[in-house]
């Protein structure tokens, strides 16, 4: 039985679209292993997540909350003002990390329920709030900012 050339530019599209999506499947496949989503501490709590879990944690450095440990050993709490979390960093920190000002964490929690952070990164300057910190702020209708939004 032979196709017709209709026949055969249907099978050729049909296949060239079960190609793509088994190529689009391995794409989105591969990086769900790379995705890290961004929590505030009220929002990492809600959402129960389990020690070994990467995400990033976003809020304010939490007054009165930094201590020094042995080397580089950092402990210091991210709130939202609503929810605080603890967190313990090893390394160095931005020149610009400080109390009461915005900061992004990328890390896990250990069987504790501390954030053990790898990466830290703090605003650039006085008006600054990275973006995911100030959204979910927003989102809580906890955000104080005197001046422009940016």
Known sequence: ???????RRGVLVGS????????????????GDTLVF????????EKQLGPGQRFRLGGLVAEGSVERGD????????TDTAQE?????????????????????????NAEGVF???TVLAKHDENYM????ADALKEQGLW???GDEQ
């Open 130 to 133: 990275p973006r995911e910190v």
């Open 38 to 45: 961004f929590y505030t501490p009220s929002q990492a709590q």
């Open 71 to 78: 080397g580089t050993l950092i402990r210091f709490t991210v």
């Open 144 to 146: 104080q900012h005197g």
């Open 16 to 31: 060239g679209v079960a190609i793509l999506a088994v190529a689009v499947g391995l794409v989105l496949w591969a990086l």
């Open 85 to 109: 979390m603890s967190v313990v960093f090893a390394g160095v920190l931005p020149d610009l990390f400080r109390e009461g000002q915005g900061v992004v964490t990328e890390g896990k929690l």
């Open 1 to 7: 039985m032979a196709l017709t050339r209709k026949q």
């Open 116 to 118: 053990e952070a790898d």
